[in-house]
């Protein structure tokens, strides 16, 4: 099933506004949560608030990688430039694990060391409660969109603020607790909780967007690829049918893919003819995984290809 065109001038404009807009969400949340920690004094209201920190540095840098990432191929870098997304990610997620420790730290202190005010929880619920909802609906627009263009800068950032919105429920779950129990030691439990979950995000993020700048071989696409290439060595036309394939190659960066394999055709075809059946195995995985597709031509040697018998006969 070919996917669906995206202009890439109009997909990175609206992946620019998007991050524009989370950066603005951030911002706006962090001063909503350090009000909320102002209020209570919560532990768990803090860890929460340093999050949105990471939020905010994060959104600053997404929106600069987007940019970058914008600009056109040259000379210096035939692929582009979107592999900064990847380093932007990687960095983000290197934030989070630094925010999980110093969450995780100030948690075991407040085992020790309360700092709760049980007075102003009912106020810190409710600024925590509207920040949770907010990050969860931005959350799930990023997620959206950035599955639809295949940018690891807006899925990372969909992630951080699902995560962050998460986080927010676990902290207004540790002070309902408090109000229920009488217990402060819920709070720095619960910011003990958000800084293990913090560490879990942040590993995901690090290990993805690691694995896409060297290069790791995404199994999808893989297996798409070498289904359209196996159904070309059966197919019923001689303008399509191809003798066999091997060294098949491809990576990604965002949308634009690259493909690089080897076709077998029989050795008693002109250049023309070669040139245009493997143009057209080009051309459908162009279509199902935009980019560039390059097919190198080799004479078949395989004695026993019926194929070969074909184009003879």
Not at 65 to 89: C, K
Not at 108 to 114: K, M, N, Q
Not at 208 to 221: F, I, K, R, V, W
Request: net charge negative; glycine share 10%.
């Amino acid at each position: 099933m070919a996917r669906v065109g995206i202009n890439p001038a109009d997909a990175r404009r609206r992946e620019c506004t998007l991050a524009a807009w989370t950066l603005a969400l951030a911002i706006v949340i962090l001063g909503v949560k350090a009000a909320a920690w102002w209020f209570t004094r919560s532990t768990a209201l803090w860890s929460d608030a340093v999050e949105s920190i990471v939020n905010v540095i994060a959104g600053g840098m997404a929106l600069a990688s987007l940019a970058w990432a914008a600009r056109p191929a040259d000379e210096t870098h035939p692929y582009g430039h979107g592999r900064i997304e990847f380093v932007t990610a990687a960095f983000e997620g290197g934030m989070v694990l630094l925010a999980a420790a110093a969450i995780a730290i100030r948690g075991v202190e407040g085992l020790f060391a309360p700092t709760l005010d049980t007075g102003m929880i009912g106020r810190g619920l409710w600024l925590a409660g509207g920040t949770a909802v907010a990050n969860a609906l931005m959350g799930a627009w990023l997620m959206r969109d950035g599955a639809r263009s295949e940018s690891i800068v807006l899925r990372a950032a969909g992630v951080h603020l699902l995560t962050d919105a998460g986080s927010t429920v676990i902290g207004i779950a540790a002070l309902l607790l408090v109000q229920w129990t009488g217990q402060p030691v819920w709070d720095s439990i619960g910011a003990i909780a958000l800084g293990i979950g913090a560490l879990i995000a942040g590993i995901r993020l690090v290990r993805e967007a690691l694995g896409l700048l060297l290069d790791e071989s995404d199994a999808t696409e893989a297996r798409l690829i070498h289904d359209v290439l196996t159904r070309r060595t059966h197919a019923e036309s001689g303008e399509d049918r191809i003798c066999s394939f091997h060294k098949i190659r491809h990576r990604h960066v965002g949308r634009e893919h690259w493909i690089d394999f080897h076709v077998q055709l029989p050795a008693t075809l002109d250049l023309s003819t070669a040139h245009a059946i493997a143009t057209r195995a080009e051309d459908e995985l162009e279509s199902l995984l935009p980019g560039t597709a390059t097919a190198h031509v080799e004479p078949c040697k395989n004695p026993a290809c019926e194929r070969c018998a074909n184009a003879l006969s």
